[in-house]
């Protein structure tokens, strides 16, 4: 089975969807595995690594994938600046394609290779099971991104991070509030809190409450606004009310009003971040804050966000953080690597001659988006429906 790795052509992305190491070990297992030519040069990989791992490399991306049976990528499908083309359309019918494809926010597309009879698996829903943890790419890029939000603010403080005793007196340590304890955010406490930070958090779980007191911060809760079912089946924070979200608005703003550095990382599948620090609580902050935001791809978390920009408001640094992986982009790479490659070994017969799709099988049923020509995910089928709807009809 011939697996294609093109390059990704996103700005700013530079990492890649396999490495080197992961190469030589599908390549043993009986895959035929295809790089195009530079696709890891800016993880740090060279051409020259893959060829020593058994790749064979390819410089034209629409030959590339043309005779892909299964295309492996990170970034959501696109028109390629190579070749003009839309990649659902570059990729041959009936072949296979497992990228980020976040399929609720591109209906367009998942139309597209529906149309095209490409199955399609999205690593995105991938279920969140013991069984699919060596596959979830979710919290291997989350973790990347927690840990390089806290560099990236902690570099924008013009003040220290740790308590620092000097001949010039002491030096209290810098005060961090971290809003959402998923992966970035535990993450993002952890890193905070070895640099010797004093660490806050808040998180509408109540599940979370362990986690982030385990990391030697300070859980800040309200009875009537964390609870044990604020989240979902996958273990993420459900979406909440107007009146609900302005109560946590209300909660947070002394601890926002009294943080040096805040990281937001709360995100809803599906839907837009709810927003938890609004401008107004922003103008309270010390001059010199940093807030970084990590939802800034879908809407953000901070009223002042703007996605893929650094913006000064009332004397405040506002990151609006986008790809925050690709800044780390060797080791991110690396992790991404090793989960499409399970993933795609837990897709395929053992000697790597084909796909074996079992949609019994929870992790394929889930994670399936297309295939046959339909929509088979649930959530994106309702999604594509509504969009052929504004089109005019059905397809």
Known sequence: MKVVVPKEFFADERRVALVPETVAKL???GFEVRVQAGAGVEAYFPDALYQEAGAALASDPAALYAEADVVLKIQQLDVHPATGRHEAEMLREDAALISFLEPLSQPAVMDRLAARRITSFSMDAIPRTTTAQRMDALSSMATVAGYAAVLIGAAA?????????????TIAPARVFVLGAGIAGLQAIATARRMGAVVEAY???????????????????????????????????KEQSAEFLQKVKDMLKDRVKNSDLIVTTARIPGARPPLLVTEDAVREMKPGSVIVDLAADMGGNCECTEAGKLVLKHGVNVYG???PASRMPLHASQMYSRNIANFLVHLSEKDGSRLKLDFEDEIARESCITHGGEVRHRRTRERVEAWRQKQGGAR
């Open 157 to 169: 403080l013009p003040r220290f991070v740790p308590m620092l005793v000097t001949a010039a007196g």
């Open 203 to 237: 998180d509408v779980r109540l599940a979370a409450k362990e986690e982030v007191e385990s990391l030697g911060a300070r859980f800040v809760s309200a009875a009537d606004l964390t609870s044990a079912d604020m989240q979902d089946a996958g273990g993420y924070a």
């Open 27 to 29: 390549v043993k297992q």
């Open 321 to 323: 953080l986008v790809n």
